[in-house]
């Protein structure tokens, strides 16, 4: 019995070769599934590989793109500012110096704006850029952008990295020919045509010339942005433009002396509508000033904006009050002084302020400069025809020594450690040796400018004479250097 249930117990043979068979055809089906995995991996992997690379030329393709982007926004705020700050000159400057002086004079004030314009593009085009921007020494530019050569479509990193450095050019050309306009302010009504277009160009190669490629230069003593030299807070051009040129249009009217009949004569200005709207044109322009100076379209660019209209707004308020207190009644020239005061006093300093700093900068600006121009003209009694001392000589110095004051990391972070942290800029941001420097960078913006100007004024005379007969002063600039008047009044009454 037990032999017969072992016997049924095992499988009949048919069945056991089908299990084997199923086995068999198991272990096959098996087998065929890995080969084919392997073969779609190895189908896979080009196409992965190949996949990645696409994406890796779209990034690049992307990057590219936003880098043309950032370089077509930088460069067109930059084309635009260049223009601010030529309108700032013309037409902005003429007729704000235009109204200010009698109306026998007021084309030939305006001409010295205009032939300034022309005069210094061409000595800027041949060597004045090279010396400003050019690689030299701590003190002056060599002569390797000699007629702007290699001035192109490429950007110099050293200056600004996303916009040509023929845009840098013209937008620092713009820089040059505002500057000694400024000064025509102190010796308006008395200087020779011809000596005034000499002293302009020897001017802008000895004075100017020097002292931007200082401050601005890529190897400059007084640059904030080198190790080794004086760091010189100066973002727009408070020690480079309006020192240079206001401590400069003091010695030209020292050294020419006052005009006919100056000060028993009253000389008000003939159109306080000419300033008014000269002005203006001042403020608008400014924005491309100091704005512009961040060299790109960014975040500095605001920052420098905001600062600058807050600072001319508060010093506008600050002459007026000034005036109102001393005079009883705030007058509309006051108003429109007061206001370029405060964008003289914001120029080094827009870049590295706050708002509220730039309200403090401002109004400060407002009363000093009234002070200057109301207390101690008349008590020196030198004839600054149009306060070119007063408001830019003065209202400079003052902006520049507050900016070592004011100057905030958390706006510019200029000065970094050796790990790339940000340290701190100004007195209140805790770097009270700022100031100091603040303080020598002036020192050597004046002492060039006595000297550089005092020097060519003394050639300039030797070689043509500065001044013109007191019978053509008497006469008006107008007739006697250009051969016309501003204004017919036989046509006009009829």
């Known amino acids: 019995m037990l032999r017969s249930s072992r016997a049924q117990a095992r499988p009949p043979a048919s069945l056991s070769r089908r299990i084997g068979l199923a086995r068999v055809l198991l272990l096959l089906f098996l087998f065929t599934g890995c080969m084919g995995v392997c073969a779609d991996a190895q189908v896979a992997a080009p196409a992965v ?15 590219i793109a936003v880098q043309s982007a950032q370089l077509s926004a930088d460069n067109g705020w930059m ?12 037409p902005g400057l003429a007729l704000f110096y235009g109204g200010l002086v009698r109306k026998k004079n007021v084309l030939s004030t305006m001409m010295h704006s205009f032939a300034m314009t022309g005069i210094i593009t061409v000595v800027w085009g041949i060597v004045g850029f090279s010396l400003c921007f050019g690689s030299g020494n701590w003190f002056i530019g060599g002569l390797h952008h000699l007629f702007l050569h290699g001035v192109g479509s490429v950007p110099d990193p050293a200056y600004a990295a996303t916009i040509p450095l023929a845009t840098f050019m ?30 302009t160009l020897l001017w802008s190669l000895f004075v100017y010339a020097p002292m931007a490629h200082m401050v601005w230069g890529k190897d400059g003593l007084l640059n904030a942005s080198l190790p ?26 020292l050294y020419l002396g006052k005009r006919l009949h100056y000060p028993k004569e009253p000389m008000p200005p003939h159109s306080v ?14 924005f491309g000033f100091n704005a512009g100076s961040a060299l790109s379209a960014g975040t500095l660019a605001t920052s420098a904006f905001v600062a600058t209209h807050f600072g001319a707004a508060a010093a ?50 407002g009363l000093f400069c009234y002070f200057m121009v109301a207390k101690v003209k008349q008590s020196f009694g030198y004839d600054d025809s149009l306060d070119a001392f007063g408001v830019h000589g003065a209202g400079g110095t003052l902006g520049a020594i507050l900016t070592g004051v004011f100057a905030s990391r958390a706006i510019n972070p200029i000065f970094k450690d050796a790990h790339g942290a940000a340290l701190p800029v100004g007195w209140l941001d805790g770097n009270w040796m700022q100031v100091p420097h603040q303080l020598l960078g002036v020192a050597i913006a004046w002492t060039l400018s006595i000297v550089g100007t005092l020097v060519l004024l003394k050639i300039v005379d030797m070689l043509i004479g500065l001044r013109v007969p007191p019978a053509d002063e008497h006469e008006g600039l107008d007739l006697s250097q250009h051969g016309e008047e501003g204004y017919d009044w036989e046509i006009a009454a009829s």
């Open 273 to 286: 509508v000419l300033s008014f709207i000269g002005a203006g044109l001042l403020w608008v322009g400014w």
């Open 49 to 63: 590989t190949q996949t990645q690379q696409q994406m890796q030329q779209h990034l690049q393709q992307l990057d």
């Open 228 to 253: 080794g030299g004086i760091p010189t807070l100066d973002f727009a051009g408070g020690t480079v433009v309006h020192i240079t040129s206001g401590v400069s249009a003091l010695v030209c009217a």
């Open 316 to 365: 506008a308020m600050g002459w007026c009050l000034a005036e109102w207190l001393r005079n009883g009644k705030p007058s509309a020239l006051g108003a429109i002084s007061g206001a370029v005061a405060g964008l003289v006093a914001i120029t080094p300093a827009a870049g590295f302020v706050g708002p509220m700093s730039a309200l403090a900068i401002g109004f400060l600006a």
């Open 79 to 90: 084309l635009v500012s260049s223009a601010l700050v030529l309108m700032m000159t013309i």
């Open 170 to 199: 013209i937008y620092q050309l713009m820089f040059a020919i505002i500057t000694p306009a400024l000064i025509s302010g102190a010796f308006a009504e008395r200087m020779k045509f011809s000596a005034m277009a000499l002293f």
